[in-house]
């Protein structure tokens, strides 16, 4: 059956057994009912994290595999004019080869049990998978069995064993030469097997490892694996030279007393007297000696395993130096290798200088490659930063600027490390990037207060939609009557709030903006409006940054959109909280506030001096507004005349005080439009225009 799946794969697909799950009381034979019904219905998803995990798992696998089968390469040594094996080495090969054909056979086991993508639906997305175990069994059959058959097949195990045993010829020749042969042949599909599986890593996960140090890592793992096998072959062609000079000067004795016997060169005839009496006459040993100059056979490039005395020692020293000399070799591309005229040691050579050119370079390639994605964010950094510079020379900016271009550049790279957030959220679906923006921006949203009073779908859309902004010390994010395109709050850092309520003279206000705060509210008010116009409000404020700011900033068409999409924005709550935080409106009510207080102080301070001059007072009528008072004169009482010169003071008083009431009106309706310049009195500050809210 097909089955088209539209969303990511779990690690398992789902089934349905005929009978019920089996409890704790179940029979041993419903145990195996269940467990034979979960591997039959089960199918794997090949692009699941389970398959993942377990192709990495299966490709370290295969790289230890590719380690222990040269071992069998050092199982030879050499003694006395003597060929013999390894037993304690050949146990513990034996036993890690099998542990590693489990691998095998359970990769193969998971092949015919995981699903594939059928070819001819592969016109558009990711295709339909196939889940019929038939078809799964088929198409495994026809296209990757029998290389992973030969892969997975315990060869070594079963000839050294089993087959051998039951020879009549045991000799520790033939059975090197044997294994030898099988491992080589072998050794081709379980190398080859790596390359699907590498192929399979990159299009599931895209790459094969998730961080350079550990790409460069795996890449240095397999030139050092190309080296030990290099390194084991040689030391086994350097036995098979020596057991070879052996057989020949051994003929060459044959006629000769003592005779030389081919079982002589077996240790296994050590403690045979007739071999011991052989071996004080013969020149074997003498002839087949690689420091020997009159010897007439030629060793070549394997002399150095005997000078060393590589084939007698144990088995770290042997690993070791025979690792190196692979190293050495295949950097060098077999340079310093000096040949005899053997074809099987020159066209051994031939192959180190070709494979050695081929796996540097790639080596060299895939480091290089690896290290410098390291590096690659730190370079376009230097290029921008090298071309920033360039530009400023080429305009002749002046030094200040200069230095503030530079400080931006570095705290942006600080801050980001040369990476877009903004293109790389674009690119995922409108569901996934409304959650990780929510991730990174609902925490600190709630930070502002005007924001902790709105509701949970409204501060998700405005998550949704804030950019994240960065500004350096002494940059002006505003200044007073240019427009406001965007509303600011406040993360990290501090900016001054200033305003001169237009350019009047004697008028300065400034407050410190922190964390939590915002500003550019005149666009909140702006849009908020029923009818707002389409020109964006001009800004009472200059906003500049004290020290490096790192802001979320909305623009005027969020705002609109949030006030036309989200009637909350239009309650009471909100309306209050806007005012308690707008600067806007805290510095209108400082100077109301202030303006009153000092009418105040200027009616006291008039009516008490009034008080010390006069000696009787008399309130005008309401047309003063109450704003002056004036007093009868009562210092005729005590100066020396008479009736008529006391009303004519009196007269004269009120006709003064009327005067200089109707005077004061005429200044205070003046003084609406225009304050005079040495005036003490606090410039009248407009009230911000109040949205109409509506009762929500």
Not at 484 to 507: K, W
Not at 659 to 678: I, Y
Request: net charge positive; aromatic share 12%.
């Amino acid at each position: 059956m097909n089955k088209l799946l539209s969303t990511p794969a779990s690690h398992f697909r789902g089934f349905r057994l005929a009978r019920p799950l089996v409890t704790s009381s179940a029979s041993s034979d419903d145990h195996h009912f269940h467990w034979h019904l979960l591997w039959r219905y089960q199918i794997l998803d090949p692009n699941s994290e389970f398959v993942t995990r377990w192709n990495y798992i299966f490709l370290v696998t295969c790289v230890i595999a590719l380690f222990i089968d040269p071992l069998y390469f050092f199982l030879p040594t050499t003694d006395e004019v003597c060929l013999d094996s390894d037993l304690s080495l050949l146990r513990t090969v034996t036993v890690l080869r099998t542990f590693a054909d489990l691998f095998y056979l359970l990769h193969m086991v998971m092949k015919f049990r995981t699903a594939f993508i059928s070819p001819s639906s592969r016109v558009f997305g990711r295709g339909e998978l196939v889940m019929d175990p038939h078809e799964i069994a088929l198409k495994y059959l026809k296209s990757d069995f029998f290389i992973d058959l030969a892969a997975t097949l315990p060869l070594p195990q079963i000839v050294n064993w089993l087959i051998i045993p039951r020879m009549g010829n045991n000799q520790a020749d033939h059975t090197n030469y044997t294994l030898s042969l099988i491992v080589l042949v072998q050794y081709v599909p379980r190398f080859f097997l790596m390359l699907p599986l590498n192929k399979k890593i990159i299009r599931t996960t895209g790459v094969i490892a998730k961080t350079a140090w550990a790409g460069a890592a795996y890449n240095l793992l397999l030139y050092l694996l190309a080296s030990h096998i290099l390194g084991s072959i040689w030391y086994t062609a350097a036995i098979s030279r020596q057991y070879s000079c052996w057989k020949t000067e051994c003929k060459k004795e044959k006629e000769r007393f003592p005779a030389c016997l081919p079982k002589y060169l077996d240790c296994s005839t050590v403690e045979d007297s007739d071999r011991k009496y052989w071996l004080n006459y013969t020149n074997v040993l003498l002839n087949c000696d690689p420091t020997n100059e009159h010897a007439t056979f030629r060793f070549g490039m394997f002399e150095e395993a005997f000078t060393s005395e590589v084939g007698s020692s144990n088995f770290r020293r042997k690993y070791l130096y025979c690792l190196w000399f692979g190293l050495k070799h295949l950097s060098s591309y077999g340079q310093n290798l000096k040949t005899t005229t053997f074809i099987g040691e020159t066209l051994f050579t031939i192959c180190i200088c070709i494979a050695g050119l081929f796996i540097f370079c790639l080596l060299i390639g895939n480091m290089q490659t690896y290290l410098q994605s390291l590096t690659v964010r730190v370079e376009e950094w230097r290029i921008k930063r090298q071309d920033t510079e360039e530009w400023m020379r080429h305009r002749q900016l002046p030094p200040e600027l200069q230095e503030r271009v530079r400080k931006f550049v570095q705290y942006n790279w600080l801050a980001t490390r040369g990476v877009n957030e903004a293109s790389i959220l674009h690119s995922l679906p409108l569901d996934l990037r409304r959650e990780v923006q929510r991730h990174l921006c609902l925490n600190l949203v709630r930070r502002v207060p005007f924001f902790a009073q709105m509701d949970e779908p409204l501060l998700d859309a405005i998550c949704e939609r804030l950019i994240a902004t960065l500004s350096t010390q002494g940059n002006y994010i505003v200044r007073e009557g240019d427009p406001v395109d965007e509303m600011l709050f406040i993360i990290r850092g501090q900016l001054e709030s200033s305003t001169t309520n237009g350019g009047r003279s004697g008028f300065f206000n400034s407050i410190t903006l922190r964390p939590g705060d915002f500003c550019g509210e005149e666009l909140l008010t702006w849009a908020l409006m029923p009818n707002s116009s389409l020109n964006l409000p001009s800004s009472t404020r200059t906003v500049k940054a004290l020290t490096e700011v790192e802001a979320f900033a909305l623009g005027a068409e969020d705002l609109r959109f949030f006030s036309s999409q989200f009637k909350r924005l239009h309650s009471k709550t909100l309306q209050h909280a806007f005012r308690y935080y707008s600067q806007q409106w805290r510095t209108w009510a400082a100077c109301f506030i202030q303006s009153a207080w000092r009418r105040f102080k200027r009616k006291k301070l008039a009516k008490e001096l009034a008080l010390q001059e006069s000696f009787s007072y008399m309130p005008l009528d309401d047309s003063t507004e109450g704003d002056f008072t004036y007093y009868e004169d009562q210092s005729d009482e005590r100066s020396p005349g008479g009736s008529s010169s006391h009303a004519q003071h009196l007269g004269a008083t009120v006709f003064a005080s009327k005067f200089a009431a109707n005077t004061r009106r005429g200044v205070t309706r003046k003084a609406q439009f225009a304050e005079p310049a040495d005036s003490d009195e606090m410039p009248k500050l407009l009230k911000p225009e109040e949205p109409k809210f509506s009762d929500v």
